[in-house]
């Protein structure tokens, strides 16, 4: 097996395990951050290209920024669902909106960030001549990404709606710069984010009774 063959083999099972994830997000179970993680560390070493001596392509420092992220999230994210399956006796996250409040604070904090790191994304440079937009569009995937964790986390329904938005810009980025296995697979992956924004929907909008225990366990 040839270096390219390796790096692409690990393109297609790091987008898979992304997938798993999405799939248990979908389920609400605390699987679906450790079978993240693998996939994460994955798509890291796919990312770097060949700024780590790897000879598929382009370096896509945005993309394999927000892995890095993920893992830290996906560490906070496991201990959050597995603290509330404890208190709930079974239930890891009760499906809900982001309060009007919360949504205007991270909508701010959000556009905020883009502008931040379109700004130090740029001035760290790619290495390589790259037009303007690439670095808007990293800065893009980088912080919805983040966003989307965060807020699937807390188990705010709209992180389903967030990844839409990256899959959105990720998907024209990946096929332009050639890594064509992860934007297919991310374009697959949409279809069920589409499917499990469904799902979460309908369960928040459910009766529940008292408010969700989970709530006991994160931040204001």
Known sequence: MTADQAIYWREIIGNAFGLGSALFGLRRSAWAWPV????????????????VGNDQGTPLYGQAARQ????????????????????????????????????LGY???????????????RQVGAGFPVPWWYYLADSWIFVGSMLATYAM????????????????????????????????????????????????LRISRTPSGPPALEQAALPA
């Open 153 to 200: 986390a807390r188990g705010w329904v709209e992180f389903w709606l967030c990844w839409i938005a990256v899959d959105l810009v990720g998907v024209p980025e990946l096929l332009h710069f050639g890594y064509y296995p992860s934007a297919i697979l991310y374009a697959v992956y949409a279809g069920f984010v589409l499917w499990g924004f469904v799902v979460w």
């Open 68 to 103: 890095v992220f993920f893992l830290i999230a996906s560490v906070y994210g496991w201990w959050i669902w597995q603290s509330n399956r404890r208190r709930t006796k079974g239930t890891a996250v009760s499906p809900r909106w982001a309060t009007s409040r919360q949504r």
């Open 36 to 51: 993240g993680i693998v996939g994460n560390v994955l798509l890291f070493t796919v990312f770097m290209g060949q700024a």
């Open 107 to 121: 909508g701010l904090v959000a556009l905020a960030a883009v502008a931040v790191c379109f700004f130090v994304f």
